[in-house]
């Protein structure tokens, strides 16, 4: 399984910006896709998912309001659309997938990253005043 992340980059406090992240290698049917951060000097978390078969959204607290999760199945593709950007949401983020909605959920409430089964390399977010 291979997830590859775009998008990221600077932006001011109040700004947006937009990830995209293609899967192959497999598709998700029945599970999720989603992303998680790193912020500096602390734990990976998962920030939103979306699952494949109906497209139901989840976010943690810290973006629920301002980030949109999104997909295309045709491309095996989710999106991330992040609004009203804060220095606390400067990050490394990470696309991730897997078969269980219960684990992702669980990585939600929890503020963690266990459990998922499957992550590509990150890319960078910086919020700047």
């Known amino acids: 399984v291979q997830l590859q992340a775009s998008g990221g980059g600077s932006v001011q406090i109040g700004g947006s910006l937009g990830l995209s992240c293609a899967g192959s290698?497999?598709?998700?049917?029945?599970?999720?896709m989603g992303w998680g951060r790193q912020a500096p000097g602390k734990e990976r978390v998962f920030v939103a998912a979306?699952?494949?078969?109906?497209?139901?959204?989840y976010y943690s607290d810290s973006v629920k309001g301002r980030f949109t999760i999104s997909r295309d199945n045709a491309k095996n593709t989710v999106y991330l659309q992040m609004n009203s950007l804060k220095p606390d949401d400067t990050a490394v983020y990470y696309c991730?997938?897997?078969?269980?909605?219960?684990?992702?959920?669980?990585?939600?409430?929890?503020?963690?990253?266990?459990?998922?089964?499957?992550w590509g390399k990150g890319t960078q977010v910086t919020v700047s005043s």
């Open positions: 991730a997938a897997g078969g269980s909605v219960a684990t992702v959920l669980r990585a939600l409430t929890t503020e963690t990253f266990d459990g998922v089964d499957y």
């Open positions: 290698g497999r598709t998700f049917s029945g599970g999720y």
């Open positions: 979306i699952t494949w078969s109906g497209g139901r959204t």
